[in-house]
């Protein structure tokens, strides 16, 4: 990819949109967040063939839940890519998608604590 000069918004790797909304919410020992992350979409490698279709636009939503009840503690469930959104195609990508720009992780759920001294 060395050698592209001059890119535009929209151009090749080149999202003229990114933005993330969030949103979150507290009762008593609990807290939750929502994230809905977007990427806009964008135009292919021209250098492949120029009138290959633009690359989609992906949209994926973020969910955490803590539970701060215990002293010192905090306990954390939480989903990334909560609708198992798979990245958008781009042909000449060895996987199929662009890592540069998009993910390729699928719905991932985890736990997690945390303790301060």
Known sequence: RAGRIETVEG????????????????LDDFNAAVAVNYIDG?????????????????????LTLNYLGVENTKLTL??????????????????????????????FVYAQASYKF
């Open 11 to 26: 151009d090749y790797e080149q999202p003229e949109i990114r933005w993330t909304l969030t949103g979150g919410w507290a």
């Open 42 to 62: 964008y135009r292919q490698d021209s250098t492949i063939d120029p009138s290959l279709p633009d690359v989609d636009s992906m949209t994926t939503v973020d």
């Open 78 to 107: 939480g989903i990334t890519n909560l609708f198992d959104e798979d990245p958008p195609f781009a042909y000449n990508e060895l996987f199929g998608y662009n890592a540069d720009v998009h993910s390729g992780l699928g719905r």
